[in-house]
């Protein structure tokens, strides 16, 4: 499998803009063969936007839609990130159409980072699993990618790629520079983990987006600007797949 990420600059509140983004950086991953894309966390209308609540959109909402669409034109598979809002809730989600367009997956943040997350967002309570071709994939967003808990559940699962949009800030580069790929080698699992890069209010981002494959292996890595990042999934090996689920001993 071929799988790409877009990293870049929040569009703040531009969901024009967000939308054209998210449509040519798709666009981009298909001419050059891959299979899925995966955007930052919160995408629309952007992770540090004040008023957050007013701007989130419902699963059925006309900018979803015109992803669907999208990724259909494409023949490409989409994950972005959104925040979703179910009656008088606010979730921190993501989305997944895929090839045809049709819904194959909508995830809500488990773990919320830090007071504002959970001033504003309801967490989720359930892991979303689909098939993407071969591979056996799953959501996490952000702050849940930390968690060995999840990552585990999910490789016990029979998952075998985590696409992860997500919003990490300074000063937490060890996130993506070490967090990530030691997930990836300890559970044999690919992560594709899709960063901002830039600033947004009182934020800057880390950038620093990459794909790591089953072995740990860290196969693309952005820096600190805008980014497509694209990658082929190595065969998983089994002679260098971690073992640690089946061996561990609880005590």
Known sequence: MRLALWQGKSPAADLARALDQAEAALK?????????LVLPEVWLPGYNQPD?????????SAPLQRLAAAAKAQKTA??????????????????????DGALLANY??????????????QPGD????????????AILICYDVEF????????????????????????FTHVAQHT??????????????????????DLTYVGLSLIAGPHGEVLAQAGDTPALLIADI?????????????????I
């Open 180 to 201: 990530v790929p030691a997930m990836a080698a300890n559970h044999g699992v690919t992560i594709v983990y899709a960063n901002y890069c830039g600033q947004e209010g």
């Open 108 to 121: 809500r943040k488990v773990q919320l980072y830090g007071a504002r997350e959970k001033a504003i967002y």
């Open 234 to 250: 190595p065969p998983r090996d089994p002679a260098r797949l971690s073992t640690q689920s089946a061996d561990l001993r609880v």
């Open 28 to 36: 981009a991953a298909a001419a050059l063969g891959a299979d899925a």
């Open 148 to 171: 060995a808990p999840h990552i585990k559940a999910l490789a016990d699962r029979g998952v075998t790629t985590i696409l992860v949009p997500t919003a990490n800030m300074m000063p």
């Open 78 to 99: 989409l994950v972005v990130g959104y925040a979703e809002r179910d009656g008088d809730r606010v979730h921190n989600s993501a989305v997944c159409f895929g090839p």
């Open 126 to 137: 359930s892991y979303s699993i689909f098939q993407l071709g071969a591979e056996t994939v």
């Open 52 to 60: 957050i609540a007013a701007w989130a959109l419902t699963q059925n």
